[in-house]
T-cell receptor
Framework: KAGVTQTPRYLIKTRGQQVTLSCSPI?????VSWYQQTPGQGLQFLFE???????NKGNFPGRFSGRQFSNSRSEMNVSTLELGDSALYLC??????????????FGPGTRLTVL | KNEVEQSPQNLTAQEGEFITINCSYS?????LHWLQQHPGGGIVSLFM???GKKKHGRLIATINIQEKHSSLHITASHPRDSAVYIC????????????????FGTGTSLTVIP
């Protein structure tokens, strides 16, 4: 089985722009979660999706949004980019319904740099 | 308040040493995960546990629910074990916590010297 894929792998944007990141889960996995990793804050939970429904959202401003499609692929969007949004964005998929109750399989991440 | 603490932050060991990384959490949890992150960013899930002990090769993970504490042990450490080890916990949904329930520790950076 192919692993979790994320596109693009690297992205450079300027402040004020918006960005869309994509995540394709392992075939058969219906749960997708997103995380932000920065040197200062470490790993932080962003969103959790199951069957096109957002189950949970982390403590991030409304500029961060996401969605999941019927084929379980997921996208996240960040609008009005700020310098502090520079980070590694990771997604993970799992078989179960609820984040944390099943093994998670992580993608390679998208490295976003905001200038 | 949901909190996760890991120790030590950094660890250097000689090849062959027995290594222990600790994770403590503030309130009762639903599940705890140990993750491994190599330079370059890729994260691999090592264990998920809610009670007892699990073993995979040279890695052993234990959890003490009463003491709200988990440990990751590496026996006969090897330079390829050099990575950042992160614990993550799922706190149960409560009326006062309807948002995020998934929290990460700050990570333990392990370097194993040949």
């Amino acid at each position: 089985k192919a692993g979790v894929t994320q596109t693009p792998r690297y992205l450079i944007k300027t402040r004020g722009q918006q960005v869309t990141l994509s995540c394709s889960p392992i075939s058969g996995h219906r749960s997708v979660s997103w995380y932000q990793q920065t040197p200062g804050q470490g790993l932080q939970f962003l969103f959790e999706y199951f069957s096109e429904t957002q189950r949970n959202k982390g403590n991030f401003p409304g500029r961060f949004s996401g969605r999941q499609f019927s084929n379980s692929r997921s996208e996240m969007n960040v609008s009005t980019l700020e310098l502090g949004d520079s980070a590694l964005y990771l997604c993970a998929s799992s078989q179960g319904q609820w984040l944390g109750y099943n093994e998670q399989f992580f993608g390679p991440g998208t490295r976003l740099t905001v200038l | 308040k949901n909190e996760v603490e890991q120790s030590p932050q950094n660890l250097t060991a000689q090849e062959g040493e027995f290594i222990t990384i600790n994770c403590s959490y503030s309130v009762g949890i639903s599940a705890l995960h140990w993750l491994q992150q190599h330079p370059g960013g890729g994260i691999v899930s090592l264990f998920m546990l809610s009670s007892g002990k699990k073993k995979h090769g040279r890695l052993i993970a234990t959890i003490n629910i009463q003491e709200k504490h988990s440990s990751l042990h590496i026996t006969a450490s090897h330079p390829r074990d050099s990575a950042v080890y992160i614990c993550a916990v799922r706190f149960p949904l409560t009326p006062s916590n309807t948002g995020n329930q998934f929290y990460f520790g700050t990570g333990t950076s392990l370097t194993v010297i040949p």
